[in-house]
Structures are given as C-alpha cells and as structure tokens.
C-alpha cells in the first residue's frame, strides 16, 4: 500500500480555489488514487478517484502527472462548508484503505 | 450512492462491560466490511477486515479478543468491544465495498 504524505494544514478564502499536493512515492502500477473529505465526528465522504491524467465529477478534479507519484486535487470555488480534513489514499480498488494523517482545510470569510 | 449505517450513533458504558457496535451496508450486498478506529484530532486506524461466512483478518496490534467481529450477513458486520476500558473511548467507523469503499457516519463509544 502506498504511504503518502501531504500538508497538514491549509487556509483558504471563500470563492478560491484550493489544491491540495499529495506525494505517494511508491504507488504500485495497480494503485488508484482516492480522496477522501471527513468533517467532525463523521465518516469519511468520497470525493474523487483516479488512476493517471485528470479525472473531474461534479465536486472536484484530481490531477496526476504521468509519473503518478503524486496527485492534486483540486477544489474550485470553496465555501465554508468546505472546511474539513481531506485525506489522499492510494491502493488497490476493492482494497483495503490506509488513512495517512490527512490535510485540515480551514475556509475562511 | 451506497450507503452505510452505523447504529448506535453513540454509547456509553461502564468500564468492564462489553458494547456491540452493528454496521449495515443499506442498499447493496458488501462481502468485504471494514472497521476502523479514530481518537480525537487523529487520523483512521484500520482496525480489521470483515469477511462475510468467514474469520475477520486483524491489523497487526489490534487483540483479536478484544475487539470481536462478526459478518453474519451480506448486510451486517458487528463490532464487540469485550470488556471496555476508558483507553477504548474512541470513534468507530466502519466501511462497506461495492465499487469503491463507503464509510458509515460512525460511532463515538465513551466508557466511563
């Protein structure tokens, strides 16, 4: 499974738009690459999923360069309610999950 | 989308007493459950995975005897926190496989 490593933390402004980097190293040729966003005492909510090249739904779009050892996921326009923690795995679809210690976007006015 | 629940939302209970925590996946028939273990302003711990019809394969460091799991059904896994402590004050979450991993809303067991 593929360790990664992202920011801790990020500040942002309402109407931004936010990229959150995620470095994974070691993902195997097998791994996709999923975000996930997580508010307070909630579960974790899927965001967007992709394997290489670009990958947009109706939230979110997420980037990975060809070398897929790191993504971007990107968040256009946020709102408050865009304030959580945002968490990149990478693994096997079907696959267990290993949450890595996730970046806490913070939104503000 | 698929959804899963967890029920109770919250427990609490006295310290050597066992709590059961369910988990359902709702509209879809989930093989694989997962459970996970988060403390405040932490990441998700994997905790293990549920298997239905068979043994759940533990995350190294969790006790199997603590923590019991069973996946009687396509539909439900059940966490059993054997003989809680206050260290097992924690928030539960669990997930279910279709295509792709969807989490339950999660359970915040307190032991007093």
């Known amino acids: 499974l593929a360790k990664t490593t992202q920011p801790i933390s990020m500040d942002s402004y309402e109407g931004q738009e936010v990229n959150i980097t995620c470095s994974h190293n070691?993902?195997?040729?097998?791994?996709?690459i999923t975000w996930y966003q997580q508010f307070p005492s909630q579960g974790p909510r899927f965001i967007i999923q992709?394997?290489?090249t670009k990958v947009t739904n109706e939230v979110a779009s997420l980037f990975i360069p060809a070398d897929r050892k790191s993504s971007t996921l990107s968040l256009p326009r946020v709102s408050l309610s865009d304030t959580a923690v945002y968490y990149c795995?990478?693994?096997?679809?079907?696959?267990?999950?290993?949450f890595g210690q996730g970046t806490e976007l913070s939104v503000k006015p | 989308g698929a959804v899963v629940s967890q029920h109770p939302s919250w427990v609490i209970c006295k310290s050597g007493t066992s709590v059961k925590i369910e988990c359902r996946s709702l509209?879809?028939?989930?093989?694989?459950m997962f459970w996970y273990r988060q403390f405040p302003k932490q990441s998700l711990m994997l905790m293990a995975t549920?298997?239905?019809?068979?043994?759940?394969?533990?995350e190294q460091g969790v006790e199997k005897d603590k923590f019991l799991i069973n996946h009687a059904s396509l539909t439900l896994s059940t966490l059993t926190v054997t003989s809680a402590h206050p260290e097992d004050s924690s928030f539960y979450i669990c997930?279910?496989?279709?295509?792709?991993?969807?989490f339950g809303p999660g359970t915040r067991l307190t032991v007093t």
């Open positions: 070691n993902i195997a040729t097998n791994d996709y």
């Open positions: 549920s298997n239905e019809g068979s043994k759940a394969t533990y």
């Open positions: 795995l990478g693994g096997k679809e079907g696959g267990k999950l290993i």
């Open positions: 997930s279910a496989l279709e295509v792709g991993q969807y």
């Open positions: 992709g394997y290489k």
């Open positions: 509209d879809f028939q989930a093989t694989t």
